[in-house]
Structures are given as structure tokens and as C-alpha cells.
DNA sequence: CAGGAAGTTCAGTAAATACTGAACAAAAAG
DNA sequence: CTTTTTGTTCAGTATTTACTGAACTTCCTG
């Protein structure tokens, strides 16, 4: 099973009785764990899957049908998955010259795009925040001190993450001496 | 329904054929979003209804009966919910002297507590990718890009985020000038 | 110490969601 | 134009997960 040409389609290693390299060594293990990764973040398993094998396969570029394959997983689900992560901004289908359909791969600004799903998620506690507010406008302001918190909280980071976003782009552009 | 006394609880405002208050004007409908808001980052619904409850109630800590009259939940459900919240470290059990059992509020600290656990999965995700970066340790630097990206990032995050936490901690002390 | 109120545990159920597979659509090859 | 290959849609299924309710435990009160 040599990794680097991804003969897993070709020849039958599909069907091998659960891979005997160690974890470390185990390309479906590497997937499996970014599966679990994206659950722990409310995305579907699956999804993961898809992601993390197209974070090591060669090319950078899969069809649906090869990842239908790899991931020992129906065309469906492939489609469905596919479709959730052009959406989410974290891939990109290309349409390669002369070959036949289309492909999929990790966008370049794959995690900037995710960055921004998680800013959302502060906004919404925000606002929400907010609406609570509203809720207790005619109040004491001592009970309105945890919603205050929770707005005040989320309003700073909603100014503060987009200028470590920033930063990331500099610090990414020129790393800085010793950057691997 | 006076919501100042929280009155919802002794007389039987909750067999209220579903409140006719506007939205915004309305407690369990407030309650609601915090749970969908919940939802979004992975967390039972229920587990939002009670941290939504306690950011309105008056007073602000409420025992394990209260939250299941008034949230209409069964007695499991709310100890379930409430352990949950507490090992997370958004809520915490108060006994009042005097007073027969305990109750919940929420921690003063609460939004640094969950900025923790998003911290936690940004590590997560740095780890996965050096464990990817492992696994293709003999390929060349091209086909690492993909996976040196993911890991910087989270790297660079893993650094950051503390830096904000501290700067957040600075503003709340002190409040430049026209914060609300 | 008995009776009762309040909370937790846990087995079972209901509901939500991921995933499959078959039918359909589109496109390339023969 | 037919056949084959490849991808999508969608209805149905399986699996997971939240939630309930009953039994048990703990702790007050008289």
C-alpha cells in the first residue's frame, strides 16, 4: 500500500482486514481522527472524513467518486458532504482542462473561512445578549449585570478577532526568523 | 406574569395556552433562542434553556425543582443538564445558609470558561495536523503545504487567544471611557 | 425514628440526524 | 443514437442522542 501514489483505489487495499500499521502510519486512521475532530465542532462526521483525506491525498484534487471509494462511503453521502463544505468556504471545485468532471480540494483560505463561521457564533451570542437586554430593560441594573457580561464580552471579541485575523495574514506573509 | 418575582413558578403560568406577549417581551421565548444558540455550538438544547433561565431569573440562582417547573422538564433532565453545565464551568451550585438545598447560578466567570473550551479545540486541531504532518513526514514539502497551513494557524491562534483573554480582563477592569 | 420533600440515577423511548442505495440526470465514449 | 460512466436527489433506514419517568437515595422535619 504505498501512500504516495494513493493506490488505495487501484489495488484492493479497501479491503484489507483494517490496516496493521501503526496509528501514526495509517492514512484512514489520520482520517478517521478528523472526523471525530469536526464532530467535536457540530459538523457531520463524514464531512471530516472528506476534509481529512483531502488534507493527505494525492493530488490535492479527489472526484467524488474516488473519495466515494477511499471512504468506503455511499456516492450520496459524498454529494451531500461535498456540497456542505463548498458552502462552508473550507473547499473549492475545480474543473481541471481536457479531464472529465470535477474535483474537489482544501480552498487556500480554508481556515480564515472557519474563523469566520466561529465569529458568527459570537455575533449570535451577542445579540441574543442584546434581545435578553431588552427583555429586562425596565429592570434594576444589578439583575441585568450577566447579560451586560455576556454582551460586553462578545462585542469586544467581535473587534478583536478580526485584527488577529490580520495579524495571522502578516505573520503568514513574512514569517518572522525561525518559522518552519 | 409578572416577570420581576418570576411568578411563572406559583401561579400557573405555565399552563398558559403559549404566551401572547411579543417575542421580545417574552421570557420563555428568550429562553428558546438561548437554547437553539446552544445547539449551534454542540450542546444539548435543554443545557441552553437552563443557562438562558438563569441569565433572566430573579433571583439569580434557582434550585433544581424551580428549573424544571418552570423550563417544563423532567427532575433527570435538569440534574443532567445542570452537571453538564457545571463540569463545562458556565454554572456553579451555591447553598445558601440557612436554606434547605442548593441551586445554580451562573459563574462570574463564565464566558472565560467557555472561551477555554474553544481554546481546547484549537489545540485539537493543531495536534491533528502535526499527527498529519507525521504521517507524511517523507513526502515532499509540497504536498505538506496543506497540513503545515492548518497547524500554523492554530498555532498562531494557540498564542493569541490567551493575549486577548488578558486584554479582555484589562477593559472589563477599567472601562475606557464611554463603555456602557 | 418515621414521613415526606427534593434530587440523582438509569433504563427505556422519542426524536433528530447521518448515511445508504435506488432511481434519475447529465455527459462522454463508442 | 445507444451505452457507459459519473454525479445528484431523495425516500427510507439505522444510529445516535436528548429527554422522560420510575425507582432509589439523601436529607430535612416533626
Do not use: C
Not at 153 to 164: C, G, I, K, T, Y
Request: charged letters at 25%; zero cysteines; aromatic letters at 6%.
Amino acid at each position: 500500500m504505498t501512500l504516495t501514489s494513493n493506490s488505495l483505489i487501484s489495488d484492493e487495499a479497501i479491503e484489507q482486514p483494517r490496516s496493521a500499521l501503526p496509528p501514526q502510519a495509517d492514512p484512514q486512521h489520520f482520517v478517521e481522527e478528523v472526523g471525530l475532530l469536526f464532530e467535536t465542532t457540530g459538523l457531520p462526521r463524514m464531512a471530516g472524513r472528506v476534509f481529512g483525506w483531502l488534507l493527505i491525498s494525492n493530488p490535492p484534487h479527489q472526484s467524488p467518486g474516488e473519495l466515494a471509494t477511499v471512504l468506503q462511503a455511499s456516492k450520496g453521502s459524498i454529494s451531500t458532504m461535498t456540497r456542505l463544505l463548498e458552502q462552508i468556504g473550507i473547499i473549492e471545485r475545480v474543473s481541471l482542462p481536457g479531464q472529465r468532471r470535477d474535483y474537489f480540494r482544501i480552498k487556500l483560505n480554508a481556515w480564515s473561512e472557519l474563523s469566520k463561521r466561529r465569529m458568527e457564533q459570537v455575533v449570535a451570542f451577542r445579540k441574543v445578549a442584546e434581545r435578553g437586554l431588552l427583555l429586562l430593560q425596565d429592570e434594576p441594573s444589578e439583575r441585568l449585570q450577566r447579560l451586560q457580561e455576556m454582551r460586553d464580552v462578545h462585542a469586544f471579541f467581535e473587534s478583536e478577532l478580526p485584527l488577529m485575523l490580520d495579524r495571522w495574514e502578516q505573520f503568514r506573509a513574512q514569517p518572522p526568523a525561525d518559522s518552519p
